[in-house]
């Protein structure tokens, strides 16, 4: 439950992660968002830009039951159909398919972002002891001052401002259940879930670049350390973790980005 809402803080992870250490979250399962960040972060050091009250930006700390290290990707499987399941009930109709996730956990709406995450887990001897999720999911916001690629909000899909607080509530509650999952449905059923929902994983090729350039492929598979796998046109098969990769994307206003590279 959001046991907190904050108008202004430097980052809802940064400020859990204290609320936590400090001892004023001992719960199992505990989330707080805030109206607005001065220091919002996103993966490998990257920036979240958030209009203040427009968005949501939440973080949960959670005890995933009995996650090992070699199946932490699980927790970003999680959270990310948890997103996804949130935000459909908001989409129009006609958008709903589009809603993807861009490996590793991006969500995507075609070519366009709406949401990002940012996962911090603590171990302890071979598991996951505790975990820290951050969530920043644009809801109102119109204009984007940072660099592509192409942000987007429900706002601007629909036309209409959507319920910050409804949002939010749904999400906590999604990503709850989501991750309950990891100790009740078996690791495969999740994966398959994901994939299913993956960013063009429909069996055609894409561009996608690497450090040595660029070149064409199909989503093959995603291993259980999150590894992509990519199967070129001769037959080679690649795998990449995180920033090894990219997916080449088209901008709205013209030219192409790959964002993590």
Avoid at 91 to 103: C, G, T
């Amino acid at each position: 439950m959001i046991v907190k809402v904050f108008k202004e803080v430097g980052s809802t992870n940064d400020e859990l992660r204290r609320m936590v250490d400090c001892g004023e979250v001992s719960d199992e399962y505990s989330a707080i968002r805030a109206d607005f960040q001065t220091k919002g972060r996103g993966q490998v050091g990257n920036g979240w830009e958030s209009q203040a009250g427009k968005n949501v930006l939440l973080s949960v700390y959670a005890k995933p039951a009995g996650v090992s290290v070699d199946r932490q990707f699980l927790i970003s499987i999680a959270v990310s159909l948890a997103i996804v399941d949130a935000l459909e009930p908001f989409l129009p109709q006609d958008f709903r398919p589009k809603l993807k996730i861009k490996w590793p956990n991006d969500i995507y709406v075609a070519d366009s972002k709406m949401a990002g995450i940012l996962i911090e887990n603590r171990l302890r001897g071979r598991d996951v002891y505790d975990s820290i999720i951050g969530v920043g999911l644009n809801v109102n916001q119109l204009f984007f001052r940072t660099e592509p690629p192409n942000p987007v909000s429900v706002k601007l899909l629909t036309g209409f401002d959507a319920d910050v607080e409804e949002i939010a509530s749904l999400l906590d509650s999604s990503i709850s259940s989501r991750l309950q999952q990891l100790g009740q449905i078996d690791d495969d059923t999740l994966r398959r879930d994901y994939f299913s929902h993956l960013y063009r994983a429909d069996g055609g090729y894409h561009d996608f670049a690497d450090r040595a350039g660029r070149f064409s492929a199909r989503v093959a598979g995603v291993g259980p350390d999150g590894r992509l796998s990519l199967s070129l046109p001769g037959g080679e098969t690649r795998s990449y973790l995180f920033k090894e990769v990219e997916h080449v994307i088209p901008l709205l206003g013209g030219g192409e980005v790959t964002p993590n590279l």
